[in-house]
């Protein structure tokens, strides 16, 4: 026997007595359910460190009603593609301290083209400190890098009657350039007791189109949140801006500023997916809508999407928590929104879901 199988069979050795430990080690923990539905649980958030892989797929279709895209013969429009969007995250958490990478990749395929097309890279670190007992400090460093032309809805100027020449749109010529995005953020919040708050930050954005212009865009804002009574908020906010072209352009800056004072009134839950309704349905009811949700819930399970809808021994906890709300509207996604005793409608919801589900 060679010294180099002996190193082999060595390694081959090595490795499966490691995997064997590994496992012994991991069947000895104890077992945990997995509540997530499409990532962690609540509970695995606070963990000293976390690896986060999320892959998602996607199908889709470019439309354009109007012909006032013009995209140019690379990517025609009407084109049918389906997309993958992969991100993964390291958070590290510290008492009062959390650190977090991320990175994110986005592709695109389209099979008339036989092309797949790599739409944007990006990474950030974000970096958050409690400082004090009611402060909270957080701080962002972003690039993103766009290799393929970002299509801009109603960029592209109309054609002129009689077929005349149109003037070059920049926003348009823009959005069809590689670009790099640099963004830096800071940002401090000061809680003054449940549901009050000030808010302070400092956004700068740095976009460079490769071969073209590169501007520069600075945000400051600050607010602060204040609740008055169960359904009633006051809100308080001022933010300024400026956009100005840092080479390649002689555009003049940009300068923004916005007030913002009023008092806010709200007790609508949007409710995402909790009261999903098939079928041709009025926008906004004053009826009862948990038994069309009902029929939905049956109608699905008889479908290759059957128990898209979880139900664990969390969800009666979390709706509750809906219910302690007394939401006098339900926007709902998809189906009719209700407006009425939303807490009654919730606890009907949650029998339901325990029984169909």
Known sequence: MSLRQAIRIAAAIALV??????????????????????GPAQNDQSRPSQLDLNWSFYGAQDVDDTGHLDLDAVLPANQVYSGANMTLAY????????????????????????????????????????TAERWQV?????????????????????????????????????????????????????????????NMSYELRYTQFLGAAEYADQRAEFRYTKPLSKSFALNLG??????TAVSGSTESPIYGR???????????????????????????????VVDHARQTFLEYDTTPLAGYMPYTRQTEKNLQKLIDLEPRTIAAMHG???????????LELGEVMKEVL
Do not use: C, E, W
């Open 17 to 38: 007595l490691f995997t064997a430990r590994l496992g012994s080690a991991q069947s000895g923990v104890d077992g945990r359910a997995f509540h997530g539905l499409f």
């Open 91 to 130: 958070t590290r958490r510290r008492l009062h301290k959390t650190l977090t990478f991320n990175g994110m990749t986005a592709t695109r395929y389209y099979p008339g083209l036989q092309r797949m097309v790599s739409s944007q890279y990006s990474g950030d670190v974000v970096f958050t400190a409690v």
């Open 138 to 198: 957080q701080t962002a460093g972003t690039v993103s890098y766009s290799p393929f032309y970002q299509v801009t809805l109603g960029a592209a100027p109309p054609p002129l009657p009689g077929g005349a020449p149109v003037s070059p749109n920049p926003d348009y010529a823009a959005s069809r350039q590689d670009a790099m995005l640099y963004r830096t953020y800071l940002g401090a919040q000061r809680l003054f007791g449940p549901g009050s708050s000030m």
């Open 238 to 243: 001022y933010r300024q801006s400026a956009v």
């Open 258 to 288: 916005n007030i913002d004072v009023g008092v806010g009134y709200n007790r609508t839950l949007f409710s995402s997916d909790l009261f999903h309704q098939i079928g041709d349905l009025v926008p906004l009811t004053d009826k009862s």
């Open 336 to 346: 009719s929104s209700y407006s009425g005793d939303g807490a009654k409608a919730l």
